[in-house]
């Protein structure tokens, strides 16, 4: 009988290999490296990082390297990140900007509502008019939030759906603005501020309910900014009135680090 071939040892490795690959495959280990992360922040100035500084090239959308959309890009190592967030987007605009996401993107995060809500008229409303009349403004804002709010955020979550199936879709909310009574010996009265908190939950309140219809996971950032708000003892996450005036009530680098992109990385990794 003739002598077995001796297998070559170039030969005797790839042997190996493929007995390693099937091995690992039976003990359901091949592959166990996490897919690369492509992911989307999309939103209004909450997420573009608008108070936040450090805004590059973006423009008048405010993009800011401080962004917790940037800095959870930054520490997840092989992410691609897609940043459409822009200051001033309302629901319509979210729609623009999901147009321009990629299909295969596995992670998006948004913040949108507030603009259309009239965040901006409120503020403006309440620090330049009496209680009754920032009461009533919010109150207003409210409604609207409860009754017209629902159907347009629906139409965002199901768009983000339809363009990337596959991505986990996490909607954000917005703080407080407010300790009250706090330390604030200037300002609005306690009363506005409380009207004005009010607006936060009820806004909120709608995101998380509409979010959950959508199969979309809500990330609450209201106990995050407490003693970090305006009027607390801290008072570093939020801007009050600033110069320029479109950072008034915005989150600083450190509220966007630690009232948004904290919760975020605890909720989803």
């Avoid at 890009?73 to 979210?94: E, M, P, Q, R, Y």
């Avoid at 199936?165 to 501020?193: E, I, M």
Wanted: hydrophobic share 35%; with cysteine; aromatic share 8%.
């Amino acid at each position: 009988m003739a002598e077995a071939t001796r297998p070559t040892s170039r030969s005797f490795l790839r042997i190996c290999a493929a007995l390693g690959v099937a091995v690992l495959a039976s003990l359901g280990l091949a592959g166990t490296a996490s897919a690369a992360t492509s992911y989307v922040s999309l939103g209004d100035s909450y997420s573009s990082g608008v108070g936040a500084g450090s805004y590059g090239s973006s423009g008048s959308c405010k993009r800011s390297a401080n962004a917790y959309g940037q800095l959870y890009a930054n520490a997840h190592a092989g992410t691609s990140f897609t940043f459409l967030a822009c200051s001033g987007a309302k629901t319509g605009d979210v729609l623009n900007q999901i147009n321009s996401m990629p299909s295969n993107a596995n992670l998006v995060t948004l913040t949108v509502g507030g603009n259309d809500a009239g965040f901006t008229d409120v503020i403006t409303t309440c620090t330049l008019n009496s209680d009754a009349t920032c009461t009533a403004r919010v109150n207003t804002a409210k409604s609207y939030v409860q009754n017209t709010l629902p159907s347009l955020l629906d139409n965002v979550y199901r768009a983000v759906k339809t363009k990337a199936p596959n991505a986990k879709l996490v909607v954000l909310s917005y703080p407080r603005f407010y300790t009250v009574p706090g330390s604030c010996s200037v300002g609005l009265s306690d009363t506005k501020r409380s009207a004005i908190n009010s607006g936060a939950d009820t806004l909120a309140g709608v995101l998380a309910s509409r979010a959950a219809a959508a199969g979309a996971q809500f990330v609450d950032v209201r106990s995050a900014f407490v003693g970090h708000n305006i009027c607390s003892s801290a008072s570093d996450y939020l801007h009050s009135l600033t110069w320029p005036v479109d950072e008034s009530y915005h989150p600083t680098a450190a509220g966007q680090r630690g009232g948004y992109y904290g919760p975020l990385t605890s909720a989803i990794g």
